[in-house]
């Protein structure tokens, strides 16, 4: 057995890694650059080598590197994660010739399959269903143009040593397959070290499913069910859960035999993914073999029983898997919710910062039978940086199968309450935009295909509007708030005797551009609030000054409701929907409809930086007349380009930025005329 690894990678996975070594009784070692040197897997492993600057181009993917910590500490095993080197051949057969175990897939499988050009091929010859598409190298945009107008729009600019979503563009004419063609290709470069560009059909309409593998050095190669990864958004998944909704019996095993069948024909072992694209009619085209393992694993954990990190690490150590096909039973329904450091109000632009408040929800079983789990690699008051990924978190969720509501919707509601109960402030994030899915009535349908975001959210996430049921809950929450704080400010000392305020019943709760009447009347045992419609409910909460989070009972729901006092307004946050509400007494209300609005400052003859990050190009110059959709300057942030476009015909009037600047979020780019 394996003695010591070490883990060449950083943050959740590295974290996740450490965790069954530990169970297993394997001592561990964590590399790390200068931006992570107070970070999570630096302190969990039992050793920990600094391996360069905080660029993954100079410290995590540098072989050399790694090479040095492994001599350094004496390790015998690499577990290589996701990402960095998880799929370079060339740092396998480096391994290979240390003699040090590669917690992972032969040499062959991973350049036969890391390669999608070459997976593609031999897919093809296995006689497994393939996207069409030009597997061969492409030289140029205007090749790229040919190619694609040839295959047939829409279709699909990717990296040949691609993952994560990164260098991959949809192009549906000749100017996006241009653009897109060099857009891939730069950020291929950057995240890979490799630009090689390929162009497939864009199959619309269409599923990403995915089938989790695992094989042993012996000749067993198992399929362990599938994933759903349709939501997605800019290629980076989102949300996943096992099984999925849409497929049967029949085509899930059809699937999992030919992702057994093209493992066995690259003598394939360890964990690994083969994913496919399906269309309506469960038709399923081979996309791609990731061979390592991926970011949704937890999943296929939670509704198999299997240690996916133990098996890897038992079949680097040479033995069988202990168990056949046979054994394989799916349990139940797991969710994994994405959390990433972006901010969903701002087109879902990368953030960065100090995490000033983290605190996930408690992980474990739970009262109604439903398991929370969490991976992570961050901690309270730590930093997320602007070099690397900007996952922060994935929240999952599983629910057992039982004879009352569907497992899938028992876990997508335990999902909804796990997410109330995050609590992320220092940056910006994805919460609200994920309770938002899980609200969603075509995602609860499971009626869902990788445009789901861009279908249902057209115009970007701008918050969700309460419904009328959510509104009466939300104005019992901040009454019971405001009714603590007016309590509490009540019994100060030092006040005349027989003057204490008496705190009167009747309220009126703005917020959202809606008005409620609220009569509450308290007891021990809680409170009865009434409202102008003639709606009457019990609620109750835990909340007291100076706590962020609290449970409520409103009307026989269970509310986990973030909570901020900012001023005279309680900031309220729940299911994605996020107030601020103002309790005022009668009289105040009244007076408060003739205070006038305040409103915010006029940038739209500005271009502003939506994230932080460098600037890379500005394609424009003073005096120049633009269009609208015009490319205008390009910023780079966590690994990802991101072009910024005009929104309107315009004169530049000033270029106030140059290229190579690191800008923050709203700093000042281009003002025009």
């Not at 979503?165 to 000749?174: E, H, L, T």
């Not at 940086?385 to 997508?412: F, H, Q």
């Not at 909570?563 to 103002?582: F, K, M, N, Q």
Request: aromatic share 6%.
């Amino acid at each position: 057995m394996i003695q010591k690894i070490l883990i060449a990678n950083r943050g959740e996975i590295a974290c996740r890694v450490i965790k069954t070594a530990r169970k297993m009784g394997i001592a561990t070692v964590a590399v790390y650059s200068d931006a992570d040197a107070d970070a999570l897997h630096v302190k969990m492993a039992d050793e920990a080598v600094h391996i360069g600057p905080s660029p993954s181009s100079q410290s995590y993917i540098v072989i050399d590197k790694i090479l040095e910590a492994i001599k350094k500490t004496g390790a015998d095993a690499v577990h290589p994660g996701y990402g960095f080197l998880s799929e370079n051949a060339m740092f396998a057969q480096a391994l290979e010739k240390a003699g040090v175990a590669f917690i992972g897939p032969p040499v062959g499988a991973i350049q036969a399959m890391g390669d999608k050009i070459t997976s593609k091929k031999l897919a093809a010859e296995a006689g497994v269903s393939t996207v069409p598409g030009h597997m061969g190298l492409i030289a140029d945009a205007e090749e790229a143009v040919t190619i694609s107008a040839s295959i047939g729009y829409p279709v699909m600019i990717k990296a040949s040593a691609g993952g994560g979503g990164k260098g991959m563009r949809i192009a549906w004419n000749d100017a996006e397959a241009r653009e897109g063609f060099q857009s891939s290709k730069n950020e291929a470069k950057a995240s890979f070290g490799d630009d090689r560009i390929f162009i497939e059909k864009f199959v619309t309409q269409p599923r990403h499913i995915e089938i989790q593998v695992l094989g042993d050095k012996h000749g067993t190669v198992l399929y362990l069910g599938e994933r759903e990864c349709s939501i997605q958004r800019r290629n980076q998944k989102v949300i996943e859960e096992a099984p999925s909704p849409f497929l049967d019996e029949a085509t899930r095993r059809a699937m999992g035999e030919q992702a057994v069948a093209l493992s066995k024909a690259v003598g394939y072992h360890s964990a690994g993914t083969v994913e496919f694209i399906v269309d309506g009619e469960r038709n399923f085209y081979f996309l791609e073999m990731n061979t390592r393992l991926q970011v949704e694993h937890p999943v296929t954990e939670l509704i198999t029983g299997v240690d996916l990190v133990e098996q890897m690490i038992r079949v680097a150590s040479g033995e069988k898997l202990a168990f056949g096909q046979d054994e394989i039973k799916l349990n139940g329904w797991a969710i994994e919710s994405r959390l990433y450091a972006e901010d969903p109000y701002r087109s879902f632009l990368p953030s960065i910062g100090r995490l000033t408040r983290y605190r996930p929800p408690v992980e474990g079983k739970t009262a109604d039978g439903t398991i929370v789990r969490n991976d992570t690699g961050v901690f309270e008051g730590g930093e997320i940086s602007m070099y690397y990924d900007p996952m922060v978190a994935k929240l999952c969720t599983w629910a057992p199968e039982n004879d009352g509501s569907p497992a899938r919707l028992t876990a997508i509601d335990a999902m909804s309450a796990a997410l109330d109960d995050f609590e992320v402030e220092g940056i910006g994030h994805n919460l609200p935009f994920l309770s938002a899915v899980m609200q969603h009535e075509r995602f609860r349908s499971g009626n869902i295909t990788t445009a789901f975001i861009a279908e249902e959210f057209p115009d970007g996430f701008h918050g969700v509007e309460p419904d009328p049921a959510s509104a009466r809950k939300l104005a019992a929450v901040a009454t019971l708030v405001h009714q603590v704080l007016q309590d509490r400010a009540v019994q100060i000392s030092g006040t005349i005797g027989n003057h204490r305020r008496v705190i009167g019943k009747d309220w009126v709760v703005t917020f959202a551009g809606q008005e409620h009447a609220v009569t509450l009347d308290t007891s021990p045992g809680g409170a009865t609030v009434r409202l102008a419609d003639g709606s009457v409910f019990t609620a109750a909460g835990d909340w007291t000054p100076g706590r962020s989070h609290a449970t409520f009972d409103v009307d026989g729901t269970a509310m986990g409701v973030k909570i901020d006092l900012s001023g005279t307004a309680i900031r309220l946050r729940w299911r994605g929907i996020d107030i601020a509400a103002h309790v005022r007494s009668p009289r105040i209300a009244e007076l408060a409809r003739l205070m006038p609005k305040k409103l915010p400052p006029d940038t739209s003859k500005m271009l502003l930086c939506p994230m932080p990050g460098v600037i890379t190009t500005i394609t424009v110059v003073q005096g120049e007349t633009v269009e609208a959709g015009q490319a205008l300057a390009t910023v780079e942030a966590m690994k990802m380009e991101n072009i910024l476009r005009a929104e309107r015909r315009g004169v530049v009037k000033r270029v106030a930025a140059a290229v190579g600047a690191s800008l923050a979020v709203d700093e000042l780019i281009l003002e025009f005329e």
